[in-house]
């Protein structure tokens, strides 16, 4: 039985007033917001900071549905032109033909480099919209609108764009930091359960590496105040955003806790098999049991995340039939290889990551085979 009771239609999460977080990358600098009723002050918002009167607002078929009206309304209210340009939901849209395709259309509505885009939609729009926006006249502003809680604890924020290829995921990619972040909460209640569980996938990775306070509230909650926790996990992204922008000093590549494998449980299963936030569970079940044998993690601690993991019914272990041999191959193409050596993260206790040197494909493959 799950531990919490999630946010549905019938049980809305709880309004508020704006939070906002502020990101500092470099010498640049821009706003989260987080609350409740944020997407009919999308014009507002966007027009305190950018001026450009035209605009894209890149979403998915199923996203556009529900926001995109909403959204186009509340920017023409403010004074811009929005366009709309939708490319169909899921994983295998982020391509480097679809950006073309975003580009194409961005070019016939006559788009130019005083304008922006905004990515309405989760981690996939995200990625795909801020890649258009990085290339676009050579970098165009763009306000990303995450509407799922992964995408609003993390892809939205610390400026990581890209596509993938059919060697692996984001090796085609752009530093490109956002000029505003507007998390809406109230669009939570629109996910499917199982979409809205994988977000928890990142925010018990964030408790693992930086905040072992925050994984002993996960355990005791029987309710969770999503806007604080969605703020809390923006803080922590924030500042290792901040200590390390660009991945440069090993800090920001923290974040990776989990991902090597769940990258490539992904591409094994050409992106059918798990979502992304159920790939990183199964990713942090491998790699906590590499952390048990290389960096001195109890099993206790172990145990611990594992039954976390499976209290907001993420996998924790692969299916039989999974192809198991073919994830040793992704991973040799995971961006986080260094001069052909794995960058793995550990964790030697909840509340504290590091990168390891010694730990071996046979290491992960090990760990992958016991899932």
């Known amino acids: 039985m799950a531990l919490f009771a999630f946010a549905t239609p019938e049980r809305p999460v709880r309004s508020g007033l704006v939070i906002p977080v502020i990101v500092r990358a470099g010498k640049q600098s821009y706003e989260v917001a987080v609350g409740s009723g944020l997407l009919e002050q999308t014009g507002t918002l966007v027009s305190q900071r950018l001026k450009g009167p035209a605009c894209a ?15 186009g309304r509340s920017l023409a209210n ?4 929005p366009t709309l340009v939708t490319v169909p939901a899921g994983e295998k849209s982020k391509t480097l033909m679809e950006a073309e395709g975003i580009c194409a259309r961005m070019i016939e509505a006559g788009l130019d480099r005083s304008s922006f885009v905004v990515a309405l939609g989760g981690g996939m729009v995200g990625d795909l919209a ?4 990085a290339v676009y006249h050579r970098g165009i502003p763009c306000v990303q609108v995450p509407t799922t809680l992964l995408a609003q604890i993390d892809s939205s ?7 993938n290829t059919v060697a692996g995921k984001n090796l085609i990619g752009a530093w490109h930091q956002p000029a505003l972040v507007i998390s809406d909460v109230e669009t939570l209640a629109t996910l499917p359960p199982r979409e809205f569980r994988q977000g928890f996938a990142e925010i018990i990775k964030h408790a693992v590496i930086r905040d072992a306070e925050m994984f002993r509230l996960l355990q005791d909650f029987d309710r969770v105040d999503l806007p604080a926790l969605i703020r809390r996990n923006i803080e922590i992204k924030a500042a290792i955003v901040a200590a390390d922008e660009r991945e440069t000093t090993g800090e920001r590549a923290l974040l990776n806790f989990g991902h090597t494998v769940g990258h490539a449980i992904e591409r094994a ?23 048990v044998r290389k960096a001195g993690l109890p099993e206790t601690d172990r145990e611990k995340i594992v039954r976390t993991l499976e209290a907001f019914d993420l996998p924790t272990r692969l299916p039989a039939d999974f192809p198991r ?19 793995f993260v550990v964790t030697p206790a909840i509340g504290s990551a590091r990168l390891a040197s010694d730990v071996t494909m046979e290491d992960i493959e090990a760990a992958v085979s016991r899932l």
Do not use: M, P, Q, W
């Open 325 to 343: 041999e073919k994830i040793a191959g992704a991973i040799r193409f995971d961006k986080k290889f260094a001069r052909g050596e794995v960058r």
């Open 78 to 81: 403010a004074g811009f032109r």
């Open 130 to 133: 801020g890649f258009v926006a």
């Open 157 to 163: 924020i610390g400026g990581k764009t890209g596509v």
């Open 269 to 291: 299963g050409e992106y059918r098999d798990f979502l992304h936030g159920e790939a990183v569970g199964l990713g942090l079940v491998a790699a906590c049991e590499i952390s």
């Open 57 to 71: 607002i890149v979403s998915d078929d199923n996203v556009a549905a529900f926001f995109a009206e909403k959204v």
